[in-house]
């Protein structure tokens, strides 16, 4: 049981080592143009995942405190624009 409640903590580098370990089996899998794409997965998919998990970490005060600022920005460049017609 001891052996199952740490690899539930060290979920990760259990998951890096399946991964590896996987590829070492059926390296096909991940070759340009087979079936996981890479060449579209590592360069859009993956990318958009990585950004949209660190959003997802940001503290809700952070986010709601640029989501005001954002009007006071536009009107400030609209005016500032206005002024050397």
């Given at each position: ?14 998951g890096?080592v ?5 590829a ?14 890479p060449?579209i ?14 959003g997802?970490?940001?503290k ?26």
């Amino acid at each position: 049981m001891r052996l199952l409640e740490r690899a539930r903590k060290e979920w990760f580098l259990v998951g890096i080592v399946v991964a590896i370990g996987a590829a070492k089996l059926e390296p096909s899998v991940g070759v340009h143009g087979g079936p996981l794409k890479p060449e579209i997965t590592v360069s859009y998919i993956a990318v958009a995942t990585i950004f949209f998990n660190s959003g997802l970490s940001l503290k809700t005060e952070f986010a709601d405190s640029r989501l005001h600022a954002s009007p006071c920005v536009l009107r400030r460049d609209f005016n500032q624009g206005s002024w050397w017609k």
